[in-house]
Nanobody, 123 residues
Framework: QVQLAESGGTLVQAGGSLRLSCAARGRDFSSYAMAWFRQAPGKDRDFVAA????????NYADSVKGRFTISRDDVRNVVYLQMNSLKAEDTAVYYCAAREFRATMSPSDFRFWGQGTQVTVSS
């Protein structure tokens, strides 16, 4: 079992930067793949970024490539999402998710979820 708690969401101007954090509680955090998803009002929950259990393999949605970076600290049991050059279309609730070992891009593959943190980008 893994419990996840996101933080860092806020209102930011377009072009700005923000770092989201996801603190994990539970055993064997280092064996879990971690991912970020986001959901805008009235839309599906979309994949943003993921890192495999070893942190060496990462994957990004095309819409955030070159702007967002996922990283993990297995000592502190935290995963981060650094977001740069933010756009109005990045506005959404951002969710952290975990599953064993290998990351995927499908929300249905992830067993554990945080409660979400709101990111609003003003244009």
């Amino acid at each position: 079992q893994v419990q996840l708690a996101e933080s860092g969401g806020t209102l930011v101007q377009a072009g700005g930067s923000l770092r989201l954090s996801c603190a994990a509680r539970g055993r064997d955090f280092s064996s879990y793949a971690m991912a970020w998803f986001r959901q805008a009002p009235g839309k599906d929950r979309d994949f943003v970024a993921a890192a495999n259990w070893n942190g060496l393999n990462t994957n990004y949605a095309d819409s955030v490539k070159g702007r967002f970076t996922i990283s993990r600290d297995d000592v502190r049991n935290v995963v981060y999402l650094q977001m740069n050059s933010l756009k109005a279309e990045d506005t959404a609730v951002y969710y952290c998710a975990a599953r064993e070992f290998r990351a995927t891009m499908s929300p249905s593959d992830f067993r554990f979820w945080g409660q979400g943190t709101q990111v609003t980008v003003s244009s």
